[in-house]
């Protein structure tokens, strides 16, 4: 299966474009959509999932636009929002079901896998209780079964770790890249470590631009020689902030060791302005945190 996304384009508002002629075109697999807020991460799924039109463009689904495929593009797809505070009064299972059948996914089937997904999401305890008084990584939880009740083909998922503990956050992580294989999943997220080790390739937006589609590798190795690490004396980082781009500041005994970002010459340059002498300024490797903050930020 192929999911081509060509060319969309979207404003809400004139002269500025939420989302500016993306393409991509996606084969099984998981797929991190990473952007600051604003970057167009939403525009794109709304688009994807139906819920809005674009001004220009199409999604094709091994060549047929989606627009001509009507029930048949709904029924393959699964869409995680981000939480709304919907369905408060539903019980989990109460949720599911009405979701199920909102999917016209009939009633044997529906409970079979109700049953199922809510072993998958750890809220088998938990499926007579409102979801109004379940906690936000249980909620999210609900809302990511709710997304694959139909099985579906390509999956969208909206921040889908957001408000998880770390072990719950594992646990979806790995259920999702489990699944992925016979499935296009989309993950769009701010945060980089939910797709790092799950996803087969970024897809880097911002400002409604696709600015790059790559495996995570791909994209470290093209930091290659800009990411730095340097100790200096606490009281020396404030000199430091806001003259270079910091992506870590590790604290140890010796005071804080601090990542920067960017060529060295640049870097040696504000250094000797703002730290103690004899400092030294020693080459790191690149992880995606360092890529994501290098190629978001402001020129
Ligand atoms: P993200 O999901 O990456 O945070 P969005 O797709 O929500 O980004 O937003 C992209 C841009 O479109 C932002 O500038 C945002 O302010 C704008 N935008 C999003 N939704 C609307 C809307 N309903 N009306 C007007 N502007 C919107």
């Given at each position: 299966?192929?999911l081509?996304?060509k ?5 809400y508002?004139?002269?500025k ?11 099984p ?6 952007g600051p807020?604003g970057?167009g ?5 709304n ?9 220009s463009g ?10 001509q495929?009507g029930?048949?593009?709904?029924e393959?797809?699964g ?9 408060d ?6 949720f599911l079901r ?7 996914i009939?009633r044997?089937?529906?409970k079979k896998?109700?049953?199922h997904l809510l072993?998958v999401?750890?809220?088998?305890e938990?499926?007579n ?5 379940f906690?936000?990584?249980m909620?999210?939880r609900?809302?990511l079964?709710?997304a694959?009740?139909?099985d579906?083909?390509i999956?969208i998922?909206?921040e889908?770790?957001?408000?998880l503990?770390p072990k ?6 790995n ?5 992925s294989?016979d499935k296009?999943i ?5 945060v980089v ?6 996803a087969r390739?970024?897809?880097l937006?911002?400002?409604g631009?696709?600015?790059?589609r ?7 190795s093209q ?15 404030s ?8 992506s870590n500041?590790?604290?140890?005994k010796?005071?804080p060791?601090?990542?920067?970002l960017?060529?060295?010459?640049e ?6 302005k703002?730290?103690?002498l004899?400092f ?5 490797e690149?992880?995606l ?9 402001e020129?």
């Amino acid at each position: 299966m192929k999911l081509e996304i060509k060319n969309l384009s979207k404003s809400y508002k004139k002269g500025k474009r939420a989302l500016d002629d993306f393409s991509a075109d996606l084969d099984p697999g998981v797929y991190g959509l990473l952007g600051p807020n604003g970057a167009g991460k939403s525009t794109l799924m709304n688009l994807l999932t139906g819920n809005l039109e674009a001004d220009s463009g199409q999604v094709l689904v091994d060549g047929t636009p989606t627009g001509q495929m009507g029930a048949a593009y709904r029924e393959m797809l699964g869409y995680m929002p981000q939480q709304q505070g919907l369905y408060d009064n539903f019980t989990a299972l109460e949720f599911l079901r009405y979701f199920a059948s909102l999917k016209g996914i009939p009633r044997k089937e529906a409970k079979k896998r109700i049953d199922h997904l809510l072993k998958v999401v750890n809220l088998e305890e938990a499926r007579n209780r409102k979801l109004g008084g379940f906690s936000g990584g249980m909620k999210q939880r609900a809302l990511l079964a709710q997304a694959l009740l139909n099985d579906p083909r390509i999956l969208i998922l909206d921040e889908p770790t957001a408000g998880l503990d770390p072990k719950e956050r594992i646990r979806i992580r790995n259920y999702i890249s489990e699944i992925s294989q016979d499935k296009i999943i989309l993950l769009a997220t701010h945060v980089v470590s939910d797709v790092e080790c799950i996803a087969r390739e970024i897809l880097l937006i911002k400002d409604g631009v696709l600015l790059a589609r790559e495996k995570p590798e791909g994209l470290m190795s093209q930091m290659e020689g800009n990411v730095w690490e340097v100790g200096i004396h606490g009281e020396e980082l404030s000199k430091l902030e806001g003259k270079c781009l910091i992506s870590n500041v590790h604290v140890t005994k010796d005071g804080p060791r601090v990542r920067l970002l960017g060529e060295r010459e640049e870097l040696m340059e504000i250094l000797s302005k703002c730290v103690h002498l004899g400092f030294l300024l020693e080459r790191a490797e690149a992880n995606l945190e360092d890529v994501y903050l290098w190629r978001i930020r402001e020129e």
